[in-house]
């Protein structure tokens, strides 16, 4: 007997004897057909189509196979539906801002939700908890993300209302799975940008499966889009891998790995920014000298033993290392010139520099390091019985952090912003200083209960409900966390019953009530501090810091539609926060300063809301819209030594309104050719020049964030292309030529503060990156 399997656009290739009658099965899902072919000649090519009428079974698993419909604001992607979109970075994090997260930083991994702020987001890993760098000032500083998205299977996102079994944080969760190979497969990725490898397979005993991914990545070409001239030298390099071995059908073990060295260096010679408006037309030039430069070298290390012991009975141990080397040498300095500019329509000098406003000179200088090293030990118990599913877990962790700062800042605008010790005259007062070290040791003990179970089946009126407690030896605190949600689907019952009795489905759409789902969490999260967050603005340790505290309120509704004949899906949330014990922080770039006093209370409260499905036939889109209002009230002291209240001001992440689009398209007289498109809209950001300006004046705002993205794709062999008789092994190729900040808008990061020689001040904008090409491959072979 001769069989075969079709690739993912379902072409086969059969060898079969010639001159006789033969029998051909096909078969997908529980559909069988049969057909026979008679007499073919020696070499001849038989081409021979079917079709398998699977209609009733697609009904009942889009209705049925919808993972986790019923937790709230949680959204499950395949990692493989993301990757010919255009990223600047290409990292999962950066697609989040078009699934309820909010990002005003395309070189950066870090991401907003719900008026949190980056340090408020938990990031796992098979199960594992990884973490951002510690001492990055800027999002080209950053390097690779810890995901390496060509080995992501599942990703699982949730803003808001998470359940007990996850760990300790104010705002959302992102939940990676990464793949178990069951066949051959690797994929090559190369563009302007760098280069990825990944390769998967699983041993013909099916006992042992793994996947590894090499990065290397050099963002020169988006960093010569910046205001900033000079020889920029990065280079990001990971190695990644998932190895697992199953013994026997229920026991296992998996060890996940992750290399990477990053590293930005930069030798500036110049700087040339326009802002301002149309009455007022400035310039700042900036001769600059010097070498900023960051290095950080990161590993982490997870051993996971799995025991199933039956299918309702899942045991894990898991056992992980995370290691953090950074280190910072920054001595940079300029001498600058602040213009204005001729606005004259009529003057044949437009645009040129009118007359000077002001000079200064500054220096930089930076001599940080920071190692940390955590280690944990967990296990997790999941137990299905009946109507119920239980979930329990324990994990200690033990960290401990080195750091060293040494890093001040000098600025003379004009004799207008020097600080001088007027007793002698002589000695200069640094406008910053801040020089510190400190050593951090401590431990933690977590532990979770919760219970899924199903209330009334008819309904699908369910009952998520679990408790968290956590112990800190840093300060002694133990805190407990409830967690709570319900979902309910009133509709189940009616359409569960006409979709039985029905005799030709394509009627039941017409036919059937509103499918649609209410979902309520209630919750109590607290988050613990870590280092950053117990660092005080002149670097000294609060060693009575305690865990910030947020509860959340969420009502969500669910609700599945058809339109032109295809499925959709529309999630709509409304939220509200009340914070207390919270650290109070600014944020200049990607850098958040925090205050390391637990001293202010807050509120957010928002919608959002979210349209996806297939607006073209086979190709699925997202639309998102968000509304959102965050304050706080921070206590401080005075100059006078009085406790005083700010009253409720603009958090640094009150970004009121937020519209995204993540849109893909193809050609109808030719489908091998895509358009995929990523647009971004986020209103105005207020900002802090410094920790004191938070509380004793009104914010200055960042321009809304504006950004468009596309990319025009090819297949070339695979996908609708024909499949290539030579290059037999090769699954799919395609390229895709990509042009980033389409629109060309100057979107704001940051500002850096001058004044002139009538001693006012200005604000001049760093600006983000701007429109760039790319040209990009992706090769898969099987």
């Not at 996947?211 to 900033?228: K, M, P, Q, T, V």
């Not at 001058?754 to 701007?770: F, Q, R, S, W």
């Amino acid at each position: 007997m001769n069989f075969t399997f079709s690739d993912n656009n379902g072409y086969y290739k059969l060898k079969v004897p010639s001159e006789h009658i033969i029998t051909l099965f096909f078969s997908f899902l529980q559909k069988r057909e049969k057909k026979t072919v008679q007499n073919l000649k020696k070499g001849e090519t038989f081409v021979l189509n079917i079709k398998i009428d699977i209609s009733k079974d697609i009904q009942e698993i889009t209705k049925y196979g919808e993972k986790d419909r019923n937790q709230i604001s949680t959204i499950n992607i395949e990692g493989k539906k993301l990757e010919r979109f255009p990223s600047v970075t290409g990292t999962i994090e950066s697609f989040l801002k078009y699934f309820g997260a909010t990002s005003n930083n395309e070189l950066s991994s870090g991401y907003n939700v719900r008026g949190g702020n980056y340090d408020e987001n938990l990031v796992y890993i098979n199960n594992i908890e990884v973490y951002r760098p510690f001492i990055i000032r800027a999002g080209q500083q950053e390097g690779l993300s810890v995901i390496n998205p060509e080995m992501v299977d599942r990703v699982s996102f949730s803003s808001g209302g998470f359940e007990a079994k996850y760990g300790d944080k104010l705002s959302s969760v992102l939940d990676i799975q990464y793949k178990t190979p069951r066949k051959y497969e690797t994929t090559v990725k190369a563009s302007f940008m760098g280069t990825d490898i990944t390769i998967g397979n699983q041993s013909k005993n099916r006992r042992l499966s793994f996947i590894i991914g090499a990065r290397y990545r050099s963002n020169r070409l988006l960093f010569n889009s910046l205001d900033i001239s000079g020889d920029y030298r990065p280079l990001n390099a990971d190695l990644q891998s998932f190895i697992r071995y199953r013994f026997s059908k229920s026991w296992s073990i998996s060890l996940l790995s992750n290399l990477a060295y990053n590293k930005f260096s930069l030798v500036p010679s110049d700087r040339q920014t326009s802002f301002g408006t149309v009455n007022t037309a400035l310039k700042l030039n900036i001769y600059m000298g010097g070498l900023e430069q960051l290095k950080y070298f990161i590993a982490l290390n997870g051993l996971t033993f799995q025991y199933k012991s039956n299918k309702n009975t899942d045991f894990k141990i898991i056992a992980s290392h995370y290691t953090t080397n950074e280190n910072e040498q920054n001595t940079t300095e300029g001498a600058y010139g602040l213009y204005e500019l001729d606005n004259n329509l009529g003057s044949e000098k437009i645009g040129k520099e009118k007359r000077m406003l002001g000079v200064g000179y500054f220096i930089n200088n930076a001599r940080n390091e920071l190692k940390a090293d955590v280690y944990n030990g967990c296990f997790i118990l999941n137990k299905q019985k009946n109507k119920s599913n239980w979930t329990i877990g324990s994990k200690y962790q033990n960290e401990k952090i080195d750091d060293k700062i040494n890093e001040w800042k000098y600025n003379d605008s004009a004799g207008h912003n020097i600080s001088l010790n007027r007793k002698n005259g002589e000695n200069i007062i640094l406008d910053e200083r801040i020089k510190a070290t400190n050593s951090v040791s401590s431990f933690r003990i977590s532990s979770f209960i919760q219970n899924n179970i199903l209330i009334k089946q008819n309904i699908n009126f369910r009952v998520n409900a679990g408790i968290r407690h956590q112990f800190w030896s840093f300060n002694n605190e133990n805190i407990i966390s409830p967690r709570f949600n319900i979902s309910i689907e009133p509709n189940k019952k009616f359409n569960d019953t006409l979709l039985k009795k029905l005799k030709n489905i394509n009627q039941f759409d017409s036919l059937k009530k509103r499918d649609y789902m209410l979902k309520f969490s209630f919750g109590i999260y607290f988050q613990s501090p870590f280092y950053r967050e117990m660092r005080k603005l002149d670097g000294s340790i609060n060693k009575g810091i305690k865990s910030q505290q947020s509860t959340h309120f969420v009502f969500g509704y669910d609700l599945n539609f058809k339109a032109w004949e295809r499925p959709f899906k529309l999630v709509s949330e409304i939220y509200y926060k009340n914070m207390k014990n919270l650290i109070p922080y600014y944020i200049d770039n990607v850098r958040i300063r925090y205050y390391g006093e637990n001293a202010s209370k807050a509120y957010s409260t928002g919608i959002d809301t979210r349209i996806n499905g297939e607006f073209i036939s086979g190709l699925e889109s997202w639309l998102n819209f968000s509304l959102l209002q965050t304050q706080e009230n921070i206590t401080y002291i005075n100059k006078d030594g009085l406790k005083k209240q700010s009253g409720y001001i603009r958090r640094p992440t009150d970004q009121r309104v937020n519209f995204s689009i993540l849109f893909a398209d193809e050609l109808n007289i030719d489908k091998t050719y895509k358009m995929h498109l990523g647009l971004v809209f986020g209103s105005r950001l207020p900002y802090y020049f410094n920790g004191e300006n938070r509380y004793t004046s009104l914010p200055n705002t960042i321009p809304p964030y504006r950004r468009v993205d596309i990319g025009f794709s090819k297949e070339i062999i695979g996908g609708y292309a024909k499949p290539s008789e030579k290059w037999n092994r090769i699954e799919t190729l395609w390229l895709s030529f990509e042009i980033f900040n389409l629109l060309q808008f100057n979107n704001t990061v940051s500002y850096i503060w001058v004044k002139d020689i009538n001693n006012l001040t200005y604000g001049v904008p760093n600006y983000l990156t701007g429109r760039r090409i790319n040209l990009r491959m992706i090769l898969k072979l099987k």
